[in-house]
Structures are given as structure tokens and as C-alpha cells.
């Protein structure tokens, strides 16, 4: 199995196939576009230029972040920026419900980093690289708020994992 990380590092595991569907939705764009525009006979080597430009915006909008951790760490990778957060000198974990739900984390050396938590629900080994920071940091006394969210993350996490193998055993 191969890795794009450092060693020790785990990664998304659903991120490859949500790229490869932002990817297919922009150049299905593209292409749609660039046919109408040539049937309606008004494409032109500028208006090709600005629907490939279009069609990278929509890539660039639909493609998720990756998300990496190894020990002590975690990272979010955009296509325009890369934030990491120290998850052993955590100081706060914030989680925001809605209508986009997401997960907030602040280290001691000022870092934010603010991530879907379903993203850890979906990948367990993240999911542990967390909990084990979460632990580290309450250990060294850093996490001044939100021990509270992670314990219920996790057992929200833990119960989706009984309730999966319990479905796939047959026996839910």
C-alpha cells in the first residue's frame, strides 16, 4: 500500500474517489460548455479559454480538503493553503452544528484548524491520531475547552461503528 505522507502519517481514505468526482463534474462541465458554445457558433480561442478557466474554478470549489495526521499532528490541505495543528498542545475544540457542521481545533502555538467532523467518523486511524493527541493534551493540561465534544464525538463515532457491524453481520 502505498503513501503520500511522512511515515507514521494516515490519511482520508475517501478523498481519492471525492477528487476523481470533482474532477468528472468540471470537465463534464467543460465539455458541455464548449459543445454549446461551438453548436451556437460562437466559440472562439478566448471563450475555450474561459470556460477551461470556469471549469478549473469548479474543480477547485468542489474539490475536498486532505486530511493527514501522524503522531502529535494534523493537517488540512486546500488547493491554496496547507494548515497544520499541534493535537498534543491542543487548547480548544469547538464543534459548530447547522448546516454545516464542523470542527474546530486551537493549539497553544496559535494554529486554528477547522475541519468537517464527518471526516473522522469516515476514517478511523484519523480518528485515533486525534483521540491520542486529545489525551496528550489533557495529560499536559493544554485542552482548556472541549474534552466534552470529544468524548461525544467519539462516542458518536463508536456507536456508527456498532451499528455498521451490526448491519453487516445480519444481525440489526
Keep these: 500500500m ?99 457542521s464542523h470542527l474546530v481545533l486551537r493549539d497553544v502555538h496559535g494554529h486554528r484548524l477547522e475541519l468537517d467532523p464527518r471526516t473522522f467518523a469516515a476514517n478511523p486511524l484519523l480518528w485515533h491520531e486525534l483521540d491520542t493527541g486529545v489525551r496528550r493534551s489533557l495529560r499536559r493540561g493544554t485542552l482548556r475547552q472541549g474534552a466534552d465534544v470529544v468524548e461525544r464525538m467519539g462516542h458518536r463515532i463508536d456507536d456508527e461503528t456498532v451499528q455498521a457491524v451490526l448491519r453487516a453481520s445480519g444481525l440489526s
Design 2 to 100: 502505498r503513501r503520500s505522507g511522512p511515515a507514521g502519517s494516515a490519511g482520508d481514505r475517501h478523498w481519492r474517489g471525492s477528487a476523481r468526482l470533482a474532477v468528472s463534474c468540471a470537465l463534464v462541465f467543460c465539455a458541455m460548455s464548449v459543445v454549446v458554445d461551438w453548436d451556437a457558433g460562437s466559440l472562439s480561442p478566448l471563450r475555450a479559454l474561459l470556460w477551461i478557466t470556469l471549469s478549473a474554478a469548479v474543480c477547485a470549489v468542489l474539490l475536498p480538503p486532505w486530511v493527514t495526521a501522524g503522531p502529535g499532528w494534523l493537517a488540512v490541505r486546500t488547493p491554496c493553503r496547507r494548515q497544520v495543528i499541534h493535537t498534543d498542545t491542543l487548547t480548544a475544540v469547538r464543534q459548530y452544528d447547522g448546516v454545516s
